[in-house]
């Protein structure tokens, strides 16, 4: 070991003294940092608005100073990336944008809405609203028959009733082009449905009641269905109807005994369609008649219908300011030997007629099938009411029903024309004196009473005998409408000018002479 330095002395038990060394000469000075000088104090708003860097200065305590003997070597800092700027992001002036749109489109729109009258839209036109469906006031059932269909048959069937019964309720014209097939066969039978419901409610709306209906029930009775290759199939069924019309404050009129014929498509569409009813044989027998077809022959049809249908109603019309100007003066001064039983011929009336499938009487002929039963239906109600069979003369002459055999002879056997037909009977009336009925044509309608005959026609035509069963009264008490009762079309309790038929002439019966 070598010896301690000189300037090292050991003391035993005495504390260790040291003597300063000297500074080699060897040494270089020892460089000290610079004092890093204080950032001048700023005012309060110097403060407030410098850059964000600047306000984050704070000031960091000086390093300690490093030992005499080591040299101090400043640790050069490296240098900082220059900060790159970040670039703004266009979505919120985007944003911004938008919002200033739309608030002036509201804007506008407001101001726009505020300055055009009710119910225009930006451009000035006033808009008419869709008007909703009316509710229907009815139903359409099946009495039998309809499973035997596909269910787009019956779903077709119940839609059709109902939309022309509907219609018939508003006094309108119904809207069926979307139940028919596209043929023009079809087209065809669709603008003839449209044109004989819109031809009966037109009549009925000039009538001096209200026909409008409050409810309604449609019966569907299954006759016969026949079958195509192609999937169609034929339908023969009767209509049936309950009718609440206005007039009547909830009373119903029935009606049965409609033959309706439709063919259908596979799919279930209306291909052609007949129907044995009053006004659409009118419109069917008119429409044979017109030079063009589709459009322009049903426009016709109807303007020729409806301007003898406004003829006939004026004369109706007439009619009532001459009976209500003298009610006296429009009764029957002609005498006859032996009174009519009125209530015996209504009460016949009201139990022959079906209210939801036809009753006749197999006493007597039926004609159903050969021109329609009317007139034979009400021969027997004034045959029940009284009136004696008349066999003296010759055809129309008589009056006689002893078979089904016609025979014009005087003799107590066969029938008369005058007996079933409408026409003859009407000559037999005027023509007949001496032994039988005693009945005036052609009187003042509204001198009418139950038991007396009413027959309709159109275009000189006469079509239809029904008889009288009840006046309806205005609130004054003066005859303003009478319900009738007829076969062919089974109906009580008809109104008078339900029927599309608008001329009308009445037989008053007296009774009879012996």
């Known amino acids: 070991m070598a010896n301690p330095p000189e300037s090292w002395k050991y003391h035993s038990g005495a504390s260790r003294q040291r003597t ?87 804007t506008y729109v407001w101001s ?23 509710p229907s ?33 508003r006094l309108e014209a119904p809207e069926l082009d979307d139940l028919y097939g596209p043929g023009a066969a079809a087209q065809e039978a669709c603008l003839l449905d449209e044109a004989s419901v819109d031809f009966i409610s037109q009549v009925r709306a000039m009538q001096p009641v209200d026909l409008t209906m409050t409810g309604f029930t449609i ?50 569409k209306i291909l052609a369609h007949e129907k044995t009813e009053d006004g659409f044989n009118l419109v069917r027998d008119v429409y044979s008649q017109q030079s063009s077809s589709g459009e ?59 209210l939801t499938a036809m009753t006749r009487n197999p006493k007597w002929g039926i004609y159903d099938d050969y021109g329609g039963n009317c007139n034979n239906f009400t021969s027997q109600c004034l045959y029940a009411g009284g009136i004696p069979m008349d066999i003296y003369g010759y055809d129309t002459q008589q009056w006689k029903w002893y078979s089904d055999v016609p025979n014009s002879y005087s003799e107590a056997r066969g029938r008369s024309s005058s007996w079933s037909g409408v026409d003859e009977f ?30 309709y026609g159109a275009d000189g035509e006469w079509k239809h005998s029904v008889l009288v069963t009840e006046v309806v009264n205005d609130a004054n008490g003066q005859p303003v409408e009478f319900l009738i009762a007829s076969n062919t079309t089974d109906r009580i309790d008809w109104p008078m000018s339900a029927y599309a038929y608008a001329d009308v002439r009445l037989i008053h019966v007296l009774g009879y002479n012996n």
């Open 137 to 169: 006031v009815g139903e359409c059932v099946f009495r039998s028959g309809g499973d035997e269909l596909p269910q787009e048959v019956q779903d077709t069937l119940t839609e059709w009733f109902v939309r022309c019964y509907d219609a018939s309720a």
């Open 219 to 268: 019966g569907l009775t299954v006759e016969e269905t026949s079958w195509e290759s192609d999937g169609g199939c034929t339908v023969t069924l009767q209509e049936d109807d309950q009718i609440q019309f206005a007039f009547l404050n909830g009373r119903t009129s029935s009606s049965c005994g409609i033959e309706n014929t439709f063919t259908f498509s596979a799919d279930g």
């Open 426 to 455: 009407y000559t037999y009336v005027n023509e007949n004196s001496g032994y039988g009925l005693a009945a005036e044509a052609d009187g003042n309608l509204y001198t009418a009473q139950p038991g007396d005959v009413l027959q």
């Open 296 to 354: 322009a022959g049903i426009k016709s049809t109807l303007s020729q219908l409806m301007s003898a249908a406004k003829s006939d109603v004026d004369k109706l019309a007439s009619q009532r300011q001459e009976y209500l100007a003298n009610p006296s003066g429009q009764s029957s001064i002609q005498a006859c030997d032996m009174a009519y039983d009125r209530q015996a011929a209504v009460d016949y009336a009201r139990q022959w007629v079906g």
């Open 20 to 106: 300063p060394r000297q500074p080699a000469q060897s040494a270089q000075p020892v460089r000290r940092a610079p004092a890093r000088r204080a950032a001048p104090r700023r005012s309060s708003l110097e403060a407030r608005y410098a850059p964000q860097a600047q306000k984050r200065q704070v000031r960091r305590p000086a390093p300690p100073q490093p030992a005499a003997q080591r040299p101090v070597q400043r640790r050069a800092n490296p240098a900082r990336p220059a900060r790159r700027k970040r670039r703004a992001s266009p979505l919120p002036w985007a944003l911004a944008a938008l919002v200033s749109c739309l608030i002036l489109g509201f």
């Open 112 to 134: 726009a809405r505020e300055t055009l009258p009710a119910g225009a839209d930006a451009s000035g036109a006033v808009s008419q609203p869709e008007p909703a469906p009316a």
